[in-house]
């Protein structure tokens, strides 16, 4: 069963205004963890936020911010004043601690383009 | 944040023959992780490398098609055996801080291409 969805295959946003991700989840132990990952051209996988279920607050890193709505069991990611930069894949990834090996489950990502 | 390099960074490899790509960490790590992201698609992981042991492979993967070793707790290996085209992927390593694992960081990504 799918873990992880993403329901946004591709999308445009113009410099300097704010995105939204889409990221829901699927897991029946109460604790785990939620990241968003940027996955620009050069392949490389680059950490941008992480929230705990056990966090009270959403978590925010710079311009990045997680809307956590647990009950919904949904993590967006916003990206405020998109940059030329921020064009890139984005995966959201999920962590169950319940057979303690830490795995990272995958949604098949988004891709953004900022157009200036 | 950890600081992880993987080698070769790409690679473009003959049909048969096997590849091994190097992961290596700048300081000690509880657990590290081997992805694969085929063309256009999503990470997958491949197996769990366990530091003194035998690795744990996820389903769909073996020990005889990707053999995985790991000395210590800042190295290891991902051997790609008996490539064909359809190995062709980029190949991530992962390291997770503690086993409370607050955060994953993943390596530049190895780019393997087969002919």
């Known amino acids: 069963a799918q873990k992880i969805t993403q329901t946004q295959p591709g999308m445009f946003v113009q410099e300097k205004e704010a995105v939204t991700l889409d990221c829901t989840y699927d897991?029946?132990?109460?604790?785990?963890?939620l990241f968003w990952y940027k996955q620009p051209s050069s392949g490389e996988m680059i950490f941008l936020i992480y929230q705990g279920s056990y966090d009270q607050q959403n978590a925010t890193e710079g311009r990045y911010s997680l809307n956590f709505q647990k009950a919904r069991k949904s993590a967006n990611l916003v990206i405020s004043a998109s940059q030329l930069g921020d064009s890139a894949m984005y995966f959201c990834a999920m962590r169950e601690p319940r057979s303690n090996d830490y795995k990272l489950s995958f949604g098949a990502g988004t891709t953004v383009t900022v157009r200036a | 944040s950890a600081v992880i390099s993987q080698k070769p960074s790409r690679d473009i490899c003959q049909r048969g023959t096997s590849l091994t790509i190097q992961c290596q960490v700048d300081s000690q790590v509880t657990m590290m992780f081997w992805y694969r992201q085929q063309p256009g698609q999503s990470l997958t992981l491949i197996a769990t490398?366990?530091?003194?042991?035998?690795?744990?492979?996820e389903s769909g993967f073996v020990i005889d098609k990707f053999p995985i070793s790991r000395p210590n707790l800042t190295f290891s290996t991902l051997t790609v055996s008996n490539m064909s085209p359809e190995d062709s992927s980029i190949y991530l390593c992962?390291?997770?801080?503690?086993?409370?694992?607050?955060?994953?960081?993943f390596g530049p990504g190895t780019r393997l291409t087969v002919l």
């Open positions: 490398a366990n530091q003194g042991s035998e690795a744990t492979y």
């Open positions: 897991t029946s132990d109460p604790s785990y963890g």
């Open positions: 992962s390291v997770g801080r503690t086993l409370q694992g607050d955060t994953q960081y």
